[in-house]
């Protein structure tokens, strides 16, 4: 019996193996992101565990290849604006060029999106490029303001 695309690429949260699993060379899909050593991914990877369901990473691992082929992230953003109320932030969102065209972009998103939902966010943003904003409004979302950036280095 063949498992169905939904089961074959079910999202999951990030784990500390998955860096054995190609999660770092796909965030080189995406941007800049030098070679990380294993102490400082386990560093990275507790530091971010440790905030619990204010900061959650999303992986779809190929069952088939047992590599990481999409992830995308969400950090929640608690204000006092809107009686206390939390916004959801997603970031990283990319999907391995091999596997494009799966519809893995769009459960990545509706993963975070619900789990932005369900730890009582009342909105949930993201920056893009003009060349992926077709790729959100299919995702539900639509265009709201001007991002602006400052840069550091």
């Known amino acids: 019996m063949h498992k169905s695309e939904k089961e074959e690429y079910g999202v999951r949260k990030l784990e500390i193996s998955d860096k054995g699993k190609g999660f770092i060379d796909l965030l080189h ?7 990380v050593s294993d102490k400082e991914f386990e560093d990275r990877f507790r530091d971010l565990a440790a905030l619990g369901d204010d900061h959650v990473i999303g ?13 995308g992230s969400v950090f929640i953003e608690k204000k006092f604006l809107r009686n206390c109320g939390k916004v959801g932030h997603i970031e990283d969102v990319v999907v391995d060029s091999s596997v494009r065209g799966k519809q ?19 909105k949930v943003i993201l920056d893009c490029s003009v060349e992926n904003k077709a790729f959100y409004e299919k995702c539900g979302f639509q265009e709201k303001s001007v991002q602006m950036a400052m840069y550091f280095a």
């Open 29 to 35: 899909q995406l941007s800049v992101c030098d070679s």
């Open 59 to 71: 992986v779809i691992e190929d069952e088939a290849s047992g590599r990481i082929v999409a992830t």
């Open 104 to 122: 893995l972009g769009k459960r990545i998103v509706n993963f975070l999106t619900e789990h932005a939902r369900s730890v009582g966010c009342y």
